[in-house]
């Protein structure tokens, strides 16, 4: 019997780390357990009814299609339906700038095969998704952060950060960058800012990851352009998921750039998983199709922007002074920030003793800084669970600090 795999493991096999979060998501399976942690659509958006009736519909019109084998570029139907979204949506973009793939995590792990080299520096922001972190580190990159403020990425910095590592000789060729309802800062790249970013991108010749799962998920304020949008020299390789707006068991994502980056990207998927579910991908098309998804996004919406003006209200109720946090107008997560020398980790054993789950801060900070922050969710627990939520973690931080 083999009792280890060690020794069979490949360089990238051992550099692979168990994440973070789908470890508290296992405690957070614990009767009594309020979570604030992983980055959960809440259940009650899932539109169980409505799709009954659709499922039969694509398995009686086009039933050996689902069932098939699809292309590895996605459904035809799907790719035209997103291509008339985005140009309703006012970007206008051709079929060959879209691609479906198995989840944004899966483009993310496809642009690091294509891109990374191990040694080669990615950029990325100081707290940045983790998902992305760990699957970047597994083709062997060397994370560089660079600090957010208030309004995200700051492009100085950027700038600094390119032109030191370059004069050390590093190899720097993608920005992973988060510009909507940041995870897990919740903060929102202002337009300018994103042009100066795309400017510094084509200064120093590299190519942007914008990662935009929430994007969609806005209560309020103006939408700011893509940085897709935005660019004119084809670098920015734009990732949307099904995910937070419809359903993650689908396990549908899409990704929009230049045809010539989308060809490299379906040659790696093709080794991946050869296509994205075919019938998941009729089915979300049919959806789209009769309207469904926009009805249902609105009352996602209005259920998500109801639970954060909930939770920042229990949190002005019962957090102690020096405690602070980001408002966003939209996506799923608070950033908490604890007077500094607090560690969060302490916190967070602290807290589940008392059945209250969140995700370490620094869990998203490549550069182990972070200490003293705290992620909280607020898409997943009903007003109740919230309020109660945050009076056990209240308490535990009250505790810590030696109020109570
Ligand atoms: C920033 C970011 N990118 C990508 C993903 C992965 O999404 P998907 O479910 O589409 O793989 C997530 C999931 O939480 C995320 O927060």
Redesign the pocket.
Known sequence: MINSAERFLSESGKSMKRSAIREILKVIQRPGMISFAG?LPAPETFPINELKPIILEVLEKDGAGGLQYGTTEGDPGLRRILVERHARQGLAIKVENLIITT????A?DLIGRIFIDPGDYVLCGLPS?L??LNTFLVYGAKMKGITLDKEGIVPEMLEETIVSLREYGRKLKLIYI?PDF??PSGITLPESRRKQVIEIAEKYDLLIIE?S??REIRFNGEPQKTMYELDTTGRVIT?F????IFA?GF?V?WVIGNPIILDKIIMAKQTSDLCTAPFNQKIIARYIEKGLLEENLKKTIALYSQRRDHIISCFRKYMPENVTWTEPDGGLFLFVTLPTGFDADLILQRAIEKNIAFVSGSTFFCNGSGQNTMRINFSYSNNNEAEEGVIRLAGVIKQEMGII
């Open positions: 980055g989840g944004s995590q899966q993310i998704y998902g992305a988060i940041q995870n990662d799962p929430y990732l998921t099904f995910s937070k993650p396990r994502g």
